[in-house]
């Protein structure tokens, strides 16, 4: 009889610390009275003074664009044409914003979204030369990922435009332990770090600030109840298997 009891209690412990609600696992569930607005380029991020900027001028006349693009250190003296070489001059931007670009001098592009950098300077670029095209790139734009996610990490980004949930499926989406109404994200913006709280269990979340993660952004996953629980348990197996193993002995003596 005895037995009978520790077997149930057991299972009672087993399906309790087992059990999680539907709600608590499925992403953006259906709710009353919320449009979704989110709009990438209202939550574009903004280029910000660390960045590194890979940027290179194209025109009709190529010889035009020579100033604006410095030749490789690679290419020696061959006088090789920027068009022929793979190499994109890299810009810093400094501590005040600013980039020093051939031709213009200093200019700040700290601030604006790299669309808005990228029409300015071709507006500026256009005073030398007819019809330029500018291309951007921001060379050093990653995330970073941690907690209760299948491969925590940082990663490194082609573009400036990828959400969390794109995010979180590079790291390979949350394990069935981690807390999706609580997603930490931590962003740094003119050196003061802010903390922003996503509910992906909410189709709200498509319309959070940070759906759109800006440059060094960190995204963390809590872990939920269970999993701190099972931490716990995982420390200290060797007592409660000893703990268990003399209340076993103990009943066994004293039903005899």
Same mark, same amino acid.
């Given at each position: ?16 610390? $087992? ?6 696992? =499925? ?17 574009? +991020? ?6 590194? *900027? ?33 190499? =994109? ?24 979204? &790299? ?23 921001? &060379? ?5 990922? *941690?907690?209760?996610?299948?491969? +925590?990490?940082?990663? $490194?980004? $082609? ?20 807390? &999706? ?10 050196? *003061? ?9 909410? &189709?709200?979340? *498509?319309? $959070? ?48």
């Amino acid at each position: 009889m005895n037995k009978k009891i520790l077997y149930f209690v057991l299972l009672i412990s087993i399906v309790i610390s $087992s059990c999680a609600s539907r709600k608590d696992l =499925i992403y953006f569930q259906p709710a009353d009275s919320i449009a979704l607005i989110t709009n990438y380029e209202n939550n574009a +991020p903004k280029l910000q003074p660390g960045d590194i *900027l890979a940027i290179s001028v194209t025109a009709d006349d190529i010889r035009a664009t020579q100033p604006f693009n410095p030749i490789s250190s690679y290419a020696g003296n061959t006088g090789t044409l920027q068009s022929a070489n793979p190499f =994109i001059p890299t810009y810093a931007i400094d501590n005040n914003g600013y980039i020093d670009f051939p031709k213009l001098g200093k200019v700040k592009l700290a601030g604006r979204t &790299r669309t808005e950098a990228i029409d300015y300077l071709r507006n500026e670029v256009s005073k030398f030369i007819v019809s330029p095209g500018i291309s951007m790139e921001v &060379r050093n734009f990653r995330i970073t990922v *941690l907690g209760e996610v299948k491969s +925590p990490g940082t990663y $490194s980004i $082609s573009n400036d435009r990828i959400t969390i949930l794109e995010a979180l499926g590079l790291a390979g989406d949350l394990t069935i332990n981690g807390v &999706r109404k609580n997603v930490l994200v931590i962003r740094e913006q003119n050196g *003061l770090k802010s903390e922003y709280r996503v509910d992906l269990t909410s &189709r709200d979340a *498509l319309n $959070s600030p940070v759906y759109y993660l800006a440059q060094n952004d960190v995204v963390y996953v809590e872990p939920n109840g269970a999993r701190v629980q099972s931490s716990k348990y995982t420390q200290n197996t060797g007592v409660f298997v000893s703990v268990a193993s003399l209340l076993i002995t103990m009943i066994s003596i004293l039903t005899r």
